[in-house]
């Protein structure tokens, strides 16, 4: 791995008023007072569940818990730390029986269908209890699974904002020191709980730590490939990163549209604000 220089460090404060300040606008813009969060019992969710929580109060968030038949208890655990620390409302919806009655019919299924399918029902689930609470749906991703598309489109992706989606993975453990996140939800493996035993990094096949310290050159600075391997990056493990970008570019994105010469194609038009 690379002499790293360019550091990961970032001002907690700072980034907590700025975090907040950014939740509380972009839900009022909206015309919402209320927030929808999927808590795991991960430091993403429980970061931004407390940070959601500073920025609207605790009475206007609604912490959902959806667990599988292979979640590991300990999930369902670390989730109720954080909405007891919190203190919000919470909610518990096993999706076991949505996601089973759907693979009784394709019982030849992957792990990835599988997996994919359990995402997309959370986020189901999520958007049913957004208009049951009237609050909008609160994205937990970070900047690491986004440049990476480690997430499932329309699944743990769906959402009306992302709070942590410029913080690198390794920057959202630290804010999470900063904001007294139980010790426990920051130094576990993450899991996206896709399948029993699925770790984050194990499917990866590298750590969050050193994507993250790539990512500051490549992304950040601009560096280019072969610049990153010059600085002293594994050209392997570069090349495995980059692969990974690419494959999953579409998911940054909207869908394309056709574009026929009608003026500006919908996804770009944006409403004036002396209307």
Known sequence: MAQQTLSLEID???????????????IHAAGFQRAVIGVSGGVDSAVTCYLTVEA????????????YKTSPHESLEHAGLVIEAAGVQEITIPITDMVDSLFAQFPEAGRVRRGNAMARTRMIVLYDQSAAFNGLV??????????????????????????????????????ARAIDVPEVIITKPPSADLWLG????????????DVDHLFRYLVDEGYSPQACVETGFD?????????????????????????LGQGKPAYEFRLSEDW
């Open 12 to 26: 907690p404060g700072w980034t907590r008023n700025k975090i907040t300040e950014f939740i509380r606008t972009e």
């Open 198 to 209: 699925q770790t984050d990094e194990g499917e990866l096949g590298f750590t969050y730590e």
């Open 138 to 175: 609160v994205g937990t991703g970070n900047k690491t699974e986004i440049l990476l598309g480690y997430t499932t489109l329309y699944g743990d992706s769906a959402c009306a904002l992302i709070p942590l989606g410029d913080l690198y993975k390794t920057q959202v453990r630290q804010l």
């Open 56 to 67: 609207l109060g605790s009475e206007n968030v609604l912490a959902a818990r959806m667990p």
């Open 235 to 259: 050209p392997t493990f570069v090349n495995a990163v980059i692969e990974q970008m690419r494959h999953n570019q579409f998911k940054r994105a909207l869908p394309p549209i056709a574009k």
